[in-house]
């Protein structure tokens, strides 16, 4: 089965500046929204922001004007630049994708939902 790849989580102060990437194996195509979630600890997960193959964006209200979702098409990869950072934006962010993929053995799926194992953001002084 297909699956997506994080990287670009850490602990940064207030204020500051993260970049995060997700990128989809090989095996995953077809791909339609591509988003962000995040999950603080007791809390639900949440979307963040999400974008379509055609550039279509939606984002939180709580992320408006300090973050920015853009895609990759031809790599399948999904960036979240993320600026002026706060503490209530501490949480594991996970990325998510819908679209198709096949099997080594030739098999292929469609309209399959994958998600990231998660990277963690600290906001923290």
């Known amino acids: 089965q297909g699956h997506l790849v994080e990287s670009g989580g850490g602990l940064v102060q207030p204020g500051g500046s993260l970049n995060l990437s997700c990128a989809a194996s090989?095996?995953?195509?077809?791909?339609?929204?591509m988003a962000w979630y995040r999950q603080a600890p007791g809390t639900q997960r949440k979307l963040v922001a999400s974008i379509t193959s055609g550039g279509h964006t939606i984002y939180a209200d709580f992320v408006k004007g300090r973050f920015t979702i853009s895609r990759d098409n031809a790599r399948n990869t999904v960036f979240l630049q993320m600026n002026n950072l706060q503490p209530e934006d501490t949480a594991v962010f996970y990325c998510?994708?819908?679209?198709?993929?096949?099997?080594?053995?030739?098999?292929?799926?469609?309209?399959?939902?994958?998600w990231g194992q998660g990277t963690q953001v600290i906001v923290a002084s």
């Open positions: 090989e095996t995953i195509f077809s791909v339609a929204s």
């Open positions: 998510f994708a819908d679209g198709a993929y096949r099997t080594s053995s030739g098999r292929y799926y469609y309209n399959q939902s994958f």
